[in-house]
């Protein structure tokens, strides 16, 4: 494979000021930021740690031996993150999702699930408490998830046939075991399922048609996601973006007659299509071709508790300086990470998918894996 790998440059001490906060605000779930858009996903980093290399998240040129992923100590500890999830709840977040790196080498990770499974919205509703994972160790773990609370996985993988997953994760991992995952998983009551593949033109397009045609009739939902500028380590080319209505044509032409059906809800990423036979759904994620920034509603937080409010994001707001206290700081209270996490917020104006080109995606950009995907 001839990917271009590019150096990378260490942005994740790059940081913004915090907001000055001199009236604390309460949370009142209503809160928007400059282009009208509300605060209703988090997504968190629980380590910036992976066991897979994908050539196109963490290149293993530049993720090896030498990489300094972060001490245990910077990283947030779970009472930490189970303290903003509710400062974020009162915001108006309803759902989260753990991700990283990889999110079932976090030691323990079902006390945080269990953690965050007691939580409840303002309006007395659990919080929708996800996780993304590459499903190496789902097997081992998705019974222990389960009984922690946890209620939804999705998957990602980018390939049935063994040669070409192989040389997408860059560690020699099997298809099968990824797929005893799923089935763990599903005997867990987590299915159906999402499964996610990043469709990178010339690596894994041919497998478009084998996936569709595998989880057709299974329950689960596989996505097709264009592959991203993401990061700034994995020499990411126009040219090697399947658009997501080429990818819908061939599995309409080569598996089975698909129709579009309507979004879940407003602001979902994926744009949903289901056989016309009835045998299932499918979907795809089109953030290069159709973006959708003006339905995003995510904040990102980071593994050692750096917020950002964009995937392509170069710096975040260090929520960690606040929550422990810095040199002559005090530790904030609640109220005060309420209000600065709402003036940030408020500032957003971020669009960046909508204003990409080959310029843009050479701009330096905080790693996928450590921002989480
Ligand atoms: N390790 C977990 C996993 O594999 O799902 C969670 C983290 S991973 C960064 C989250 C998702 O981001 C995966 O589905 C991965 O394929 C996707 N991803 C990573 N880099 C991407 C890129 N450049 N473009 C599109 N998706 C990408």
Redesign the pocket.
Known sequence: MTDRIIQLLDLRTARLALPRVDTPEPGVGELRDRLNRPLRDLRISVTDR?N?R?T??MPKEIFDRDYRFLPHRELLNFEEIARLVQVFMAHGVEKVRL?????LLRKDLERLVEMLARLTTSTGQPLDLAL????SLLARKARTLADAGLRRV???L?ALDDAVFKRMNDVDFEVREVLAGIDAATSAGLGPLKI?M?VKRGANDGEIVPMARHFRGSGHIVRF???????SS?G?RMNEVLPSAAVIDRIDREVAPLEAIDRNYPGEVAERWRYRDGSGEVGVIS?VTQAFCQGCTRARLSTEGMLYLCLFADRGYDLRSLLRGSPGEAPADDAVLQSTIGGIWRERGDRYSELRSEATANRPKVE??YI??
Not at 132 to 135: D, I, M, R
């Open positions: 992976c897979f994908c196109y998240c991700t990283g790196g990889e999110p993304t994972t590459n499903g999705t998957v990602s980018d996610n990043v996601i264009e592959f991203m500028d993401v990061g994995n990411w953030s996928m894996s989480g995907g």
